[in-house]
Antibody
Framework: EVQLVESGGGLVQPGRSRRLSCSGSGFTFEDYYMTWFRQAPGKGLEWIGVIRNKMFGRTTQYAASVKGRFTISRDDSRSIVYLQMNDLKSEDTAVYYC??????????WGQGTLVTVSS | DIHMTQSPSTLSASIGDGVTITCRASQTINIWLAWYQQKPGKAPKVLISKASTLESEVPSRFSGSGSGTEFTLTITNVQPDDFATYYCQQYNSYPYTFGQGTKLDIK
């Protein structure tokens, strides 16, 4: 059974950093693109970025809203994908989801982790 | 970026009704459209991929159609478990983008 479990959320002050983790199990992690999304309270879904698999060089792409502040990385040996978030702003407050893509479709989603940016 | 316009934003239905949600893309996305269902406090769940392919274990009362820029999600014989928010999403190209969502509630 495919499972994705995010962790690392919590309360963080504006301007500070936070790293989220997403641990995958039940599949060959290194074969898949992994993607992060977020959802602000009461709002819709927003794509944050993707990290491709080893075959495609583990390259990344980001949404304009987070480019330069957020970084996605992966450790295939541990089946973990990370989202490093720097210079956090109040508008980054959201539930953050990681997903596993299947032929570019975000097929499996984690349960999400809430990040609250507030002083 | 590809802009997705979804309508209506809210929809009221009774058990047994049929409902349709529409999604329009600002440029062609071929068939690279997914529909998700989301319940409060839960992650989205894929219902339909490639515009019309029903995902595993999704009830057959859900169906999708369309290609290019115009898409629809239809639910026939609405059941109590179907009251939720629905999103369309294009995965033709990054950045993936979503419609604003349609909340289906009980009439």
């Amino acid at each position: 059974e495919v499972q994705l479990v995010e962790s690392g959320g919590g309360l963080v002050q504006p301007g500070r950093s936070r790293r989220l983790s997403c641990s995958g199990s039940g599949f060959t992690f290194e074969d898949y693109y992994m993607t992060w999304f977020r959802q602000a309270p009461g709002k819709g879904l927003e794509w944050i970025g993707v990290i491709r698999n080893k075959m495609f060089g583990r390259t990344t792409q980001y949404a304009a809203s987070v480019k330069g502040r957020f970084t996605i990385s992966r450790d295939d040996s541990r089946s973990i994908v990370y989202l490093q978030m720097n210079d956090l702003k109040s508008e980054d407050t959201a539930v953050y989801y990681c997903t596993r893509e299947r032929r570019e479709l975000p097929e499996y989603w984690g349960q999400g982790t809430l990040v609250t940016v507030s002083s | 970026d590809i802009h997705m316009t979804q309508s209506p934003s809210t929809l009221s239905a009774s058990i047994g009704d049929g409902v349709t949600i529409t999604c329009r893309a600002s440029q062609t996305i071929n068939i690279w459209l997914a529909w998700y269902q989301q319940k409060p406090g839960k992650a989205p769940k894929v219902l339909i991929s490639k515009a019309s392919t029903l995902e595993s274990e999704v009830p057959s009362r859900f169906s999708g159609s369309g290609s290019g820029t115009e898409f629809t999600l239809t639910i026939t014989n609405v059941q109590p478990d179907d009251f939720a928010t629905y999103y369309c999403q294009q995965y033709n190209s990054y950045p993936y983008t979503f419609g604003q969502g349609t909340k289906l509630d009980i009439k």
